[in-house]
């Protein structure tokens, strides 16, 4: 089975700096979907960023940006000219290209909180 | 165009009664997917309907927990009895296709306690 780790458990930046949040997963497939979600508090979660493992091009999305290093299993996410409205739990997540029902495989989270 | 919806969003409940929960996904949006997030974890699949199939239940603890889409569209999850560790937020989200690269679009989610 799949797995997602995310090892920071909450990330600090000051507005306007950059923040660089890990993750790394584990699988024994080599097509498959890699995502970044946002969970503002009490608000619903939304889709940062998404990244094709066959692309070997790191996704980008305006000040956000994807290091995917597909051989190391690594997808780490960058966040430039922090905003506060950039402070939320943010998810990294997997998903299969192959497997049946290509169920969304998240890891525990990260807290950005970002100081003015 | 409106959102994943959800109801109720909280709900505070004694262990061993029963709850539902009820999700509207966005208009054309054939797969439903339940989720539960449980403080500090992050979300887990409970269930997946494409139109009103089940594509994947296999972590769903089919002896209290259940959950229906009759008609392709509304979802119902339910709980009973619930237990103490079945407090979390639970998280309905859609997609228009059920495929890897698909968005998966979430609602608020329905906080529930146990106690």
């Known amino acids: 089975a799949q797995t997602v780790t995310q090892s920071q458990p909450e990330m600090s930046v000051q507005e306007a700096e950059t923040v660089t949040l890990s993750c790394t997963y584990d699988?024994?497939?080599?097509?498959?979907?890699l995502f970044w979600y946002k969970q503002p508090p009490s608000r619903q979660m939304i889709l940062v960023i998404r990244q094709e493992a066959y692309k070997q091009q790191n996704a980008t999305e305006n000040r956000f940006s994807v290091n995917f290093q597909k051989a190391a299993k690594s997808f780490s996410l960058k966040i430039s000219d922090s905003q506060l409205g950039d402070a939320a739990m943010y998810f990294c997540?997997?998903?299969?290209?192959?497997?049946?029902?290509?169920?969304?495989?998240f890891g525990a989270g990260t807290i950005l909180r970002v100081k003015s | 165009e409106a959102g994943v919806a959800q109801s109720p969003r909280y709900k505070i409940i004694e262990k061993r009664q029963s709850v539902a929960f009820w999700c509207n996904p966005i208009s054309g949006h054939a797969t439903l997917y339940w989720y539960q997030q449980i403080l500090g974890q992050g979300p887990k699949l409970l269930i997946q309907f494409q139109n009103n199939g089940v594509v994947d239940d296999s972590q769903l603890p089919k002896d209290r927990f259940s959950a229906e889409r009759l008609k392709g569209v509304d979802s119902t999850l339910k709980i009973q009895p619930a237990k103490l560790e079945d407090s979390a937020v639970y998280l309905c989200a859609s997609s228009l296709i059920g495929g890897a690269g698909g968005e998966l679009f979430f609602g608020e989610g329905s906080r529930l306690t146990v106690l």
């Open positions: 699988t024994s497939e080599s097509d498959y979907y």
């Open positions: 997540a997997y998903r299969s290209a192959v497997e049946y029902g290509n169920k969304l495989v």
